[in-house]
């Protein structure tokens, strides 16, 4: 797959969790979550237990977004 196909692909991805933020706040607060195809497909504590999950179901980490709802009452330095 080339460059500009997969930056397409994250940034479909990345606008779909920005847009969706506050809907998935509630259930997945203080989770890493991988998003394909503007869905969640995992969703762990730990980005490397996610990782893992990814690969043991074969999914190609390329073509994944990962993003993370920090706990409530954590605040973010951008």
Request: aromatic share 8%; charged share 35%.
């Amino acid at each position: 797959m080339n460059l500009k196909v997969l930056f397409e692909v994250h940034e479909k991805n990345e606008e779909w969790f920005s847009a969706h933020l506050k809907e998935l706040e509630p259930k997945y607060r203080g989770k890493f979550l991988a998003i394909k195809d503007q869905k969640v497909i995992a969703a762990e504590e730990n980005l490397e237990k996610l990782l893992a999950t990814l690969k043991e179901k074969g999914i190609d980490l390329d073509l994944v977004f990962i993003a993370s709802i920090p706990p409530k009452d954590v605040a973010l330095i951008l």
